[in-house]
């Protein structure tokens, strides 16, 4: 197993088999961290790499609901994934399969957990892939970083939002 840090405390972790897991804790209450993932508004402010932002937010949240982001890069390249909502417990977890465009490897499988102590937010999340060797494909892409990147840009939406009042 490996284990590496990025960003702001992201931690991922190769897990036995086909999976990652990745950890982070955010300075807000879960009901604002639920929302920030799963809010078209919110996402749209946070998610992607510095110097990606999200063009296409789209957010059917029910088991059985579509999403689909479609992210633009500084140079104007643009990444896109989608998938289906599989299980919706706000604000607690997210069970969603994820696949990129133009990815023939297959759909991942993906968890996420929001877990809550003294106002603070522990994310974990699991990804599992179809396969060991695309599990450790994807860790040689640049995904550490990016994820990282976009957690530490969530961090700061957080934190913009609690200093303005915008919690609810």
């Known amino acids: 197993m490996t284990s590496r840090e990025q960003g702001e405390g992201l931690t991922v972790r190769a897990l036995s088999g086909t999976g990652l897991l990745l950890t982070r804790t955010f300075a807000a209450p879960r009901r604002l961290v639920f929302d920030a993932f799963t809010r078209p508004e919110l996402l749209r402010r946070w998610h992607g790499a ?4 999200l063009v296409v937010c789209e957010v059917d949240l029910r088991a059985g609901g579509a999403w689909r982001f479609v992210s633009r890069g500084p140079d104007g390249a643009e990444m896109g994934l989608g998938g289906t909502y599989h299980e919706v417990d706000a604000p607690g977890r997210l069970v969603h399969s994820e696949i990129h465009d133009g990815w023939e490897e297959g759909e991942a499988l993906v ?6 102590r003294d106002g603070r937010t522990e994310m974990t999340t699991t990804v599992r892939y179809p396969s060991r060797e695309i599990r450790d494909g994807v860790l040689r892409t640049p995904m550490e970083r990016g994820a990282g990147e976009a957690y530490d840009r ?5 934190d913009e939002m609690t200093l303005k009042g915008e919690l609810r």
Do not use: I, N
């Not at 510095?50 to 932002?53: D, I, L, M, Q, S």
């Not at 969530?154 to 957080?158: F, V």
């Open 50 to 53: 510095r110097g990606w932002h």
């Open 111 to 116: 968890t996420t957990v929001f877990g809550e």
């Open 154 to 158: 969530l961090a700061e939406m957080l």
